[in-house]
């Protein structure tokens, strides 16, 4: 199971930090990734986590604002945004793939979470 949370309304420029919570004990074993969805579009990647936090990688248009990372040893994973943009409006999902190799394809990922809102203003 996994719950997300942080997110909230802030004005562009700001910043904002997404946890994710995992449940079970087999959590250190998934690629962890973030997906958003705005309103009337579909669900996209911005960014993921392998096991060990040995690599990551992210959407372009966040590359440089956004941070991924882990702590397997509390079952979190987080998404630090900064330099946000009205753009970034969306509701925040974290997802959790069982199978390793990375991979940007919602499909491809097993758990999800609720989402958490997250609203820029201009």
């Known amino acids: 199971q996994l719950q997300a949370s942080g997110g909230g309304l802030v004005q562009a420029g700001g910043s904002l930090r997404l946890s994710c919570a995992a449940s079970g004990r087999t959590f250190n074993t998934y690629h962890m990734g973030w997906f958003r969805q705005a309103p009337g579009k579909e669900r996209e990647f911005v960014a993921a986590?392998?096991?060990?936090?040995?690599?990551?990688y992210y959407l372009d248009s966040v590359k440089g604002r956004c941070t991924i990372s882990r702590d397997n040893a509390k079952n979190m994973v987080y998404l630090q945004m900064t330099s946000l943009k009205p753009e970034d409006t969306a509701i925040y999902y974290c997802a959790a793939k069982v199978a390793s190799g990375r991979s940007a394809l919602s499909r491809e990922y097993d758990y999800w979470g609720q989402g958490t809102q997250v609203t820029v203003s201009s």
């Open positions: 986590i392998n096991v060990n936090s040995g690599y990551t």
